[in-house]
C-alpha cells in the first residue's frame, strides 16, 4: 500500500531556476564571464550549484578552482533563493487531496539545509510535510539511500509503501535503490541529452495531479491481493 509520497524539491514540486539562474549570472558577471540565458540554466538546474557553474564557467568540480567557485555562487543565491520560486501548478490541490487519503507526503532534496529550512515554509503549502530532508541531513546526499531510509524512519513508514517523484538521474537511483516505486517529473528540469529511458522509472507523469492515479492504481491492486 502507498501510505507516503515523498517529492525532490527543485524542479519537482517548485521552480527555482529563476532564483538559481540569477546567482548564477552574478558570479559570472563579478568574473567578467558572459550570462547565461535561461534556456540554458533551466535544463540544469537539478544538477545545484556544482553542475551551473561548470555550465557558466567551464570549470568542472574536480578542478581547484571549482570550489570556491561553488561558495560564490551558495553566498549569492543566499540573498535571492525566495525572490522567483514559486510551487508548480497543482501541488496544493495533490497535497490536499493526499492528506484527504490519510497518506503522508514528504521532501528529499539535496538541497543545502541552510535554504530548504527558510525556502520551505515560503511556498505557500497548504499542507506541511511530514518530513523534510535536506542535501546535508543525513551522511550522503542522493544518489545515496541513506536519505530516503532517514526518511521511512522519521515519518514511519516502510521504503516499499512510499512513492518518490524527481526529476533528476539520482532521484531515480536513489529511490529505485531504496526500493521505493519511483515516479519520474517531466515538467522538471531534464535535458535534451539526458536518457532517461536508461533510468529506473515505474512511472512517468507530465502533470502533478496524475499522482493520484498512481497511488489509487497501486492501493487498489495491493487492496486486491
Known amino acids: 500500500m502507498i501510505k507516503a509520497v515523498l517529492f525532490d524539491l527543485d524542479g519537482t514540486l517548485a521552480d527555482t531556476a529563476l532564483d538559481l539562474g540569477a546567482a548564477l549570472n552574478r ?6 564571464l558572459p550570462k547565461q540565458p535561461m534556456q ?26 571549482h570550489a570556491a567557485l561553488r561558495q560564490e555562487f551558495l553566498d549569492e543565491y543566499e540573498l535571492c533563493f525566495a525572490d522567483q520560486t514559486v510551487l508548480f501548478a497543482g501541488v496544493n490541490d495533490l497535497l490536499r487531496a ?9 521532501i528529499i ?51 516499499r509503501d512510499c512513492l518518490y517523484v524527481g526529476d533528476a538521474e539520482r532521484d531515480m537511483q536513489a529511490g529505485k535503490n531504496a526500493d521505493m516505486h519511483t515516479v519520474l517529473a517531466k515538467w522538471g528540469y531534464i535535458a535534451q541529452t539526458d536518457q532517461i529511458q536508461t533510468w529506473p522509472v515505474d512511472h512517468s507523469i507530465d502533470h502533478i495531479g496524475q499522482i493520484l492515479t498512481i497511488v489509487d492504481t497501486l492501493n487498489d491492486h495491493a487492496g486486491g491481493r
Open 40 to 65: 540554458a540554466i533551466r535544463p540544469l538546474a537539478s544538477h545545484g550549484a556544482s553542475g551551473l557553474i561548470e555550465l557558466g564557467t567551464g570549470i568542472s568540480r574536480d578542478q581547484v578552482e
Open 98 to 106: 493526499l492528506a484527504e487519503k490519510n497518506i503522508k507526503w514528504g
Open 109 to 159: 532534496t539535496n538541497k543545502p539545509q541552510r535554504f530548504t529550512d527558510r525556502l520551505v515554509p515560503q511556498l505557500g503549502l497548504e499542507v506541511n510535510p511530514a518530513i523534510v530532508v535536506s542535501g546535508d541531513t543525513t551522511s550522503a546526499p542522493k544518489p545515496s539511500t541513506i536519505p530516503m531510509f532517514y526518511a521511512c524512519d522519521q515519518i514511519q513508514v516502510a521504503a
Open 27 to 32: 558570479v559570472l558577471q563579478k568574473h567578467g
